[in-house]
């Protein structure tokens, strides 16, 4: 498995001069615009399956497509579906008689897990307008033979998000340390307010975060990745222990957070009925725009202070599949989205909380941008979330073992036995 943190310095180099802000399209210099030229051996439009189906990232979605098609190049038609239906539907697109061409999706592990199952176009060719790119991205985006097969066009962080007015009213300040972090609930609590949000119905892989942050706290980003690799078991004493730490946090989640998806924990979180809320920064396109500047976050909590600090920093854009009817097409849409101009339109439209991948890319140049390119920065080391580190086959394997740990706590062990022989089974597919 392959994690942002390889080549991290040049990776960083080429953040220095990014700006801050697409949850999808940007990348690469000096490539054609749309119209430089027509397709070859075009059967029809191109299909591109979405996941981005909140309001601002679907409108932008729309306005890249819409872009696009106008310049005479090719025809693109854009078919949104919810995220999570994405995830689970994913395989039986790519292996479907005819699947759609062009998907939004995620590079690192998880993208090279269907490269190994031969179902991904080989975009090579559309890397040679990308020589920008620094090193870390290009790993990122190769499979496990050495193709590429990946586009990628941002990234982005995750933090506890809160809103300052709210903290400002309850009388506390972002905490540093675990034990910060659970006086900061206590006092929440308090308040009469659930301190954690969480949104648990249709989006279970939301508690993923979780274990991952309290794993690469407590037991580093290396162990992390080789757990997820299938090099490590799910019953160890070490993951164990995640959970019990964990325990400590329970008593301030949101009882009501198991049934209502991310979007209406983000609701939650801006009407002041929650306190706090782990997510990536993609939360903010089911947020009103003007909430934003009352919207801030902290760095997780460190709980060991000789854990190497490593925060989540997932990277997300473009892949292809390997029937695709017209893979010349294909290949200049991938090459147009991978310019700074088709990630400009992008920007413009979308909630600007993301990071371009590409190094000329232009952001919004907000505090909370800033702040959250600075986290990634300092950090030693960064991961990309837990089926981007292992794949969209473990996933579920997670989505059972912590929604049950939620509702059980007491269960750990047999939770964790259970969750070893799920794995065991998806490692041996």
Known sequence: MTGLAAD?????????VLGAAALVPGCATSTPSPGSGSSTGSTGPLSLQSNLSSEQAKAAME???????????ATVKLNTVASEIFRTQLPTYLTSANPPDVYTWYAGSVADSYAKKDLLLDVSSVWDSMKNYPQSMQTLS?????????????YYW???????????????????TWEEFLQVC????????????????DTPWVASAWFDYLNIRINGAPFHRQLLAGEGRFDDPKVKAVFTKWQEALPYFDPKGKSFPFQEATSALLAGKTGMFLIGTFFADSAPKDALDDIDFFQ???IDPAVPVAEEAPTDGYFASKKAKDPEGVKKFLTWLATPEAQQIYVQSSSGTAIPANPDGKSADTPLVRKG????????????FFNRDSSDALQPTAD????????????????????????EKVFKA
């Open 8 to 16: 991290r310095r040049t990776f960083l180099k080429g953040l220095g």
């Open 63 to 73: 306005k890249l497509v819409e872009t696009y098609n106008k310049s005479g190049a």
């Open 142 to 154: 190769t499979s496990s033979n050495g193709e590429k097969i990946f586009v990628p066009t941002s």
């Open 158 to 176: 995750w933090g506890m998000f809160y809103r300052k007015s709210n903290f400002a009213k309850w009388g506390v300040t972002p905490p540093k």
């Open 186 to 201: 206590k006092t929440i609590q308090g308040k009469g307010i659930p301190p954690i949000g969480i949104g648990l119905g």
């Open 300 to 302: 997780f909590p460190i």
């Open 373 to 384: 390119k600075a986290m990634i920065e300092s950090a030693k080391e960064l991961t990309q």
């Open 400 to 423: 059972a073992a912590l929604t049950k740990f939620l509702d059980k706590p007491d269960q750990i062990d047999k939770i964790l036995k259970d969750w070893q022989a799920a794995a």
